[in-house]
C-alpha cells in the first residue's frame, strides 16, 4: 500500500500563488508515475499534471501549462504542485495520486486538499 498526504491549500485571490505537497509512503519503490488531479464542483475529476520518479519529464494539461510546474524530491519522497496566476475557474479539490508500475492505474489516491481562488 501506499499512502498519500496533501497540504498547501487554501483561499487565495486572483492572480496569486499556493504550493501544494504530497508526500508519499508505504511501498513507493511500487510506483513510477504521480500526478495531481482537480475536481470542481458539478465537474469531473481531471488530470492536471504528472512526473515520473525516475524521469526528468513532465506532462500538464492544457490548462496548467505556464502556470503550474510540478516537480518531487525523490530523497523525501513528495511531490510538489506550484501553483501560480491563479483564476477562479482553478477554484478545485486538488488530489494527489500515484500510478502503479505494474497495473499502470492510478491506485492510491490521497484526501483532496481544497484551492479557493477568489475574484
Known amino acids: 500500500q501506499v499512502q498519500l498526504v496533501e497540504s498547501g491549500g487554501g483561499l487565495v485571490q486572483a492572480g496569486g500563488s499556493l504550493r501544494l505537497s504530497c508526500a508519499a509512503s508505504g511501498r513507493t519503490f511500487s510506483t513510477d508515475t504521480m500526478a495531481w488531479f482537480r475536481q470542481a464542483p458539478g465537474k469531473e475529476r481531471e488530470v492536471v499534471a504528472s512526473?515520473?520518479?525516475?524521469?526528468?519529464?513532465?506532462y500538464y494539461a492544457k490548462s496548467a501549462k505556464g502556470r503550474f510546474t510540478i516537480s518531487r524530491d525523490n530523497a523525501k519522497n513528495t511531490v510538489y504542485l506550484q501553483l501560480n496566476s491563479l483564476k477562479p475557474e482553478d477554484t478545485a479539490v486538488y488530489y494527489c495520486?500515484?500510478?502503479?508500475?505494474?497495473?499502470?492505474?492510478?491506485?492510491?489516491w490521497g484526501q483532496g486538499t481544497q484551492v479557493t481562488v477568489s475574484s
Open positions: 495520486t500515484a500510478r502503479s508500475s505494474q497495473t499502470h492505474e492510478y491506485m492510491y
Open positions: 512526473i515520473d520518479w525516475s524521469g526528468p519529464y513532465a
